[in-house]
């Protein structure tokens, strides 16, 4: 089955798909992206993501490529034409084609590429397998919370994670907090049993999936601690888990080659798991999609 891409206006074959050499997110990065999930023929979060969407591209003054029904039809589509019933989308918005001098060109249109992809059906089994993290430090720009396509220092840090055989990197800001990792958010169980994630700020990217748990935590009974922590309490800690649209909810059973609690998944940590399951599947995404940063 040929994989098939939208690209400014056109359904065409993945393999053809492509921009101008001109297009201000090739030389600039000046552009914005969302990943959205698709699990079980559904697609995760939209609200939450055409959201923040709405907040990136407002924040960086790119018009919207096309009215916001328009782009769900087309994401939608691009699922239907792939035959996506797990799997991603990738969505890509840049400022267009324009010569190339930094300031916004007086005119450009902005450019749409939707992109998806197939994946396995999501394994609660190997999310719950554990992984490891590495902790380094965060030297991004102050506007995390646009997802801009800008992320050479999330590729570069999660290099370093693969090079150190982990699957992420924690990232830690000049004062001694965990902001993130290079592609999800970071989340613990202190030592006193505290759940425990990053208040959303300009600091790190406000997950869609961090957004689901919170709800599904809190309807699960479950307190939370929206507050910075250290990498000093994450070693203390006795879970730790990510979470992405890619990720979903995925423990974490190591930091800086150091056993987590028991070194084993947390009872918390599977309990989300299941709660954050049972929320996608009832409310398909968060129900609060318009605090972004
Ligand atoms: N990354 N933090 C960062 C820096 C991210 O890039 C992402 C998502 C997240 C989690 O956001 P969400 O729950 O909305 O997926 C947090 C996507 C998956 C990516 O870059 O591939």
Redesign the pocket.
Known sequence: MARIAYVNGQYVPHRNAAVHVEDRGYQFADGVYE?FAVMAGKLI?EQ??LD?LAHSLSELRIKWPLSRAALMVVIKEIVRRNHVRDGLVYLQVTRGVAPRDHPFPAHSESALVITARKSDPMDKDALRTGVDVITIPDIRWQR?DI?SVA?LP?VLGKQQARDADAFEAWQVDNEGYVT??????AWIVTADGDLVTRNASTS??N????LSVLEAATDAGIDIMERPFTPEEALAAREAFI????SHVKAVTRIDGQSIGNGHVGELTNRILDAYVEYMEAHGGPRTTDTWN
């Open positions: 990943v979060g939450g993501h923040r995390c997802k992320l999330n993130e990792g290079t592609s999800t958010n790190i990217l997950g869609v999936t961090r979470t992405s649209s890619t």
